[in-house]
């Protein structure tokens, strides 16, 4: 499908994204981090940070609802993460993340498989790891053996000592988990609120609940959006996405919903293979939007 053509009173989201300057401090900052190489099931993961950027052109920066314009925030681009599968990879991915949080208030990670999140919350949480937490949006634990898309959040808490009591995991879906990877959350104290009690509840209120305990200790928070927390319907290139998962609205309130918090310093978008998207682009999209909500919502806050 083709872009709109241009019309200088419609200006694109694509065009506030701005390579990122040396020394230069920015609202939100962007990382790509295409890794896919150790994912459990196969995948092109590596082809979507390029085609969420891709997907911003066909979006605004105006937020009809709070009546504002993201663009008031300085947005840029840091590149991205060159092989991060490796070890020597994920220390890069993880320099770059500390970089990035350094000079913008929000770093912003396009993965790539969710192995991802584990060196980009490792490089924002540093020094902070004692009062760090982790909110995972995702159908799925993540807390497998060995090195992969299914262990990112084991290897925060074994690796580098995340407490597990600060970490919450939204939207845990049905028939997707084993009894011993739940028997493991509960062992670690993840706080799990699952699909089936969202159900009856707003996202604002979801995503306060999710804030207060991952952010108790007052340290950063990093959110992980594993886009495969949503109905399969509206991502169709998430491979793990099951029927049944949080609609696209949903999603997009709790990205608006964790722009809100200040303590949010970092979140990563994942598990997304553009290589399979529908004809019409829809995970992406929904991935470009996600980024615009949690703009929207940091702007709101200010």
């Known amino acids: 499908m083709s872009a709109p ?20 401090n920015y609202d939100l ?14 995948t092109n993961a590596h082809t979507t940070p390029a085609a969420i ?10 937020n009809w609802s709070t ?30 993340a500390t970089d990035i949080s350094a000079h913008a208030g929000l770093a912003i990670g396009l993965g790539g498989d969710n192995s991802v999140t584990y060196a980009m919350a490792r490089g924002v949480f540093g020094a902070h790891i004692g009062t760090a937490g982790l909110i995972t949006l995702d159908a799925h634990h993540d807390l497998r053996d060995g090195v992969s898309n299914g262990s990112p959040v084991r290897r925060l808490v074994d690796e580098i000592g995340l407490d597990g009591r600060r970490i919450v995991q939204i939207g845990i879906a049905d028939f997707s988990n084993s009894p011993a990877y739940a028997a493991r959350a509960r ?78 310093r970092s979140v990563d978008f994942t598990e997304i293979d553009a290589s399979i998207d529908s004809a019409d682009g829809r995970t992406v999209r929904l991935a470009a939007l996600a980024i615009l909500e949690l703009a929207a919502g940091r702007l709101s806050a200010t």
């Open 67 to 96: 009546e504002t314009d993201v663009s008031q925030l300085a947005f840029a681009d840091f590149g991205d993460v060159a092989d991060p599968d490796s070890e020597a990879g994920e220390a890069r991915t993880s320099q770059l």
């Open 187 to 264: 062992d670690l104290g993840i706080h799990v609120i699952p699909r089936s009690a969202l159900r009856d509840r707003t996202m604002a209120d979801v995503m306060a609940e999710a804030v207060s305990i991952a952010g108790a200790a007052g340290g950063p928070v990093h959110v992980d959006f594993d886009v495969d927390v949503c109905d399969r319907s509206v991502v169709p290139a998430c491979p793990a996405a099951a029927p049944g998962g949080i609609s696209a609205d949903e999603f997009r309130q709790l990205a608006f919903e964790a722009g809100r918090y200040s303590q949010v």
């Open 5 to 24: 053509r241009e019309d200088e009173l419609w200006p694109r989201a694509s065009a506030w994204l701005r390579s990122a300057e040396p020394g230069r």
């Open 53 to 62: 950027r891709a997907a911003l052109q066909r979006y605004s920066t105006f």
């Open 29 to 42: 900052g962007l990382m790509g981090i295409p890794a896919h190489l150790t994912s459990i099931s196969p």
